[in-house]
Nanobody, 111 residues
C-alpha cells in the first residue's frame, strides 16, 4: 500500500534552516510528481511546493527564494529545504501524492 513518511521537522529560530524528507513507497515514485503542503493552526492547508517527475518545480509566492523542493528517485524520497525561516512558516508540513497524505511533521519557527 501507499505510504508517505515525513521527517525532519523541529523547532528552529527565525532565519534558520531545516530540511524535510518524505520517504515514499507503494507506487512507482519516479513516474509521478510530488507535493508539499502545510497547515497552520486555524488556517486552511496550502500548497507549498511541487516537483514533477522530470524535476520541474513550482512554489507558493510566500516561499519562493527560500524553499527548495528536490527529489532522489533512487531513494524514493522528496525533500524540502527550508532556509531563512520565518515565524509565519510555523505549521504542520505534509507530503502528498495523488490522494494520499503523510502523517505530517511539525515545523515551529520561534525565538
Amino acid at each position: 500500500q501507499v505510504q508517505l513518511v515525513e521527517s525532519g521537522g523541529g523547532l528552529v529560530q527565525p532565519g534558520g534552516s531545516l530540511r524535510l524528507s518524505c520517504a515514499a513507497s507503494g507506487f512507482t515514485f519516479s513516474s509521478y510528481g510530488m507535493r508539499w503542503y502545510r497547515q497552520a493552526p486555524g488556517k486552511e492547508r496550502e500548497l507549498v511546493a511541487g516537483i514533477s517527475s522530470g524535476g520541474f518545480t513550482t512554489y507558493a509566492d510566500s516561499v519562493k527564494g527560500r524553499f527548495t523542493i528536490s527529489r532522489d528517485n533512487a531513494k524514493n524520497t522528496v525533500y524540502l529545504q527550508m532556509n531563512s525561516l520565518k515565524p509565519e512558516d510555523t505549521a504542520m508540513y505534509y507530503c502528498y501524492w495523488f490522494r494520499y497524505w503523510g502523517q505530517g511533521t511539525q515545523v515551529t519557527v520561534s525565538s
